[in-house]
Structures are given as C-alpha cells and as structure tokens.
C-alpha cells in the first residue's frame, strides 16, 4: 500500500502518533472511519452549547440561555453519526442530556461568561513553522482588560493525572504558536477548563515553551515521514487500546494491518 506523509497536523494528530503509530496511520494518512465513541460526541455536544452560548451577546449569556443553547445543539446532533450511530436507547439518551446538563451547570460555577470579552470561537488557525503545517482550532479566543490574549479549552473528561497533563500542555502551547504566528502575539495565559471537576489549569506561554513545542513538532513530523518512507508503523500498547476503534487491523489486539 502506497502511504503519503500528511500535509499538515494538528495537535490531535501529532498527540496520536506519540502514544500509537498504528493508530495514526489509519486514522490520519489512511483515514479510516472511527466508531463513535460515547465520551468523544458529549464532549462535542458540549463544545458546540458553549459555542452556541458565546454567540449572545455578553448581557445574554446567563445560565436559561445556556440551557437553551444545549438543546439547540442536541437537536443539530439528531442527524450527526456521532451521535446517531451510537444507538442509544431512550433511557441512555435521557442520560446523556441530564449529564451534559450537569456539565454546563458546572461550568457557571467556573466563571461568568457574560464578563468575557471573547474575539474568537472555534477559531482556525494554520502557519507553516520549521517546515512544516501546524494547525489547529482553538475553542475560545478572549482579550483582557489588558489587550492580551487568552487561550481556553474546554474539556469534558476527567482532569489528567500530571503526564497527561502535560501533553494537554502540549497542545495549548501549539494553538499559543499559531496565535503568534497568526496576529504577531504570543497568548498571555492558555486556559484548560475541565468541567467534571470543575477546574481550570493555567499555563503561561513563553519564547522558551514555544521553541520548544516547535521543535518537538518538528521532531514528531520528521519520525512520521520516516514511517511512511518505511511503511513501519508499529503498535503501541497501552490503556488507550480499550477505546481504539483499530483493534481489528493490530497486531498487539490479534489483528492484521491490511496489505
């Protein structure tokens, strides 16, 4: 099977080839479908409410209209194969909505998003950096008091134990190096808002965190363009596997990666 090295990536992407090659490469140079995965569409759910709320203006972003806008966005999603696919019973999609519900509850008591001043929503973002395409989307671009930057990201999962951490890190200060590369700016302060807890993990972006999220892109990119050169894209084992929708096509699951 001829392979061809990707044209870009994102933080998603190069986060993957990290932690499993073999996943990478179906799902981003072969681009083979994933199942759905129930945590993946709430999350999304979540993501498209809070945009949806961000869209008022900051008067009319109070907690009824939070609400609202989480049923806007489940109704977008009644024909969305994220969500479709999953095949949920009654039951288990009432469940759903109650505990997205509970989420956006939770995220009132994180902070007040009518004192905001948001600038950018689901916001795309792409620079050519070393040699290579990064790019991203950043879920909520604000600007202080100060005229500085700020990066936030949502997440619907539970907070990180500290190496994950810093792979979400990771990410945030890829979207800091696009800021830069985009408005000429580094970000004041990046911003992940776990809304199980609910918490917020501040990072602080600087010209050393930025080289270095640079040249590790550049180093991951480098080690793809070696797998594909090679076709050696080998499996990864780790509690990952669970959730991975290629057990069929590994080797380290019983599988066979396709000819």
């Known amino acids: 099977m001829l392979l061809e090295t990707p044209k870009s990536y994102s933080p998603s992407s190069l986060s993957q080839f990290t932690s499993c090659p073999l996943a990478f490469r179906y799902s981003y140079i072969e681009r083979r479908e994933r199942k759905p995965q ?18 008022n203006d900051p008067e009319q972003r109070d907690h009824v209209q939070a609400k609202r ?17 999953l095949n949920l019973s009654e039951n288990e999609l009432k469940e ?21 001043n948001t600038i950018g929503l689901e916001l795309k973002l792409e620079a050519e950096i070393d040699g290579i395409t990064l790019r991203g989307i950043i879920d909520r671009l604000d600007i202080d008091d100060n005229g500085d930057l700020i990066v936030i990201d949502y997440k619907t999962g539970s907070v990180p134990y500290k190496q994950m951490e810093n792979s979400k890190m990771d990410s945030m200060h890829i979207y800091s190096l696009l800021c830069l590369e985009n408005f000429g700016k580094l970000p004041a302060q990046i911003q992940l ?25 550049k180093a991951i990119a480098t080690a793809v363009k070696i797998a594909v050169d090679n076709v050696d894209f080998r499996p990864k084992v780790s ?21």
């Open 69 to 85: 806008s989480l049923e806007m966005a489940f109704k977008e999603y009644e024909s969305i194969s994220d969500l479709v696919d």
């Open 96 to 116: 759903l909505i109650n505990s997205s519900s509970l989420l956006i509850d939770k995220y009132f008591q994180i902070e007040n998003p009518k004192r905001t």
């Open 193 to 217: 808002i776990y809304l199980s807890k609910p918490v917020i993990i501040l990072g602080t972006p600087s010209e050393h965190s930025i080289k270095s999220i640079a040249n590790k892109s």
């Open 239 to 259: 509690r990952l596997c669970d959730w991975c929708s290629f057990q069929e096509l590994c080797p380290a699951k019983g599988g066979m990666i396709p000819k």
């Open 38 to 55: 129930y945590a993946a569409t709430k999350g999304s759910i979540i993501h498209r409410a809070l945009e949806l709320l961000f869209e």
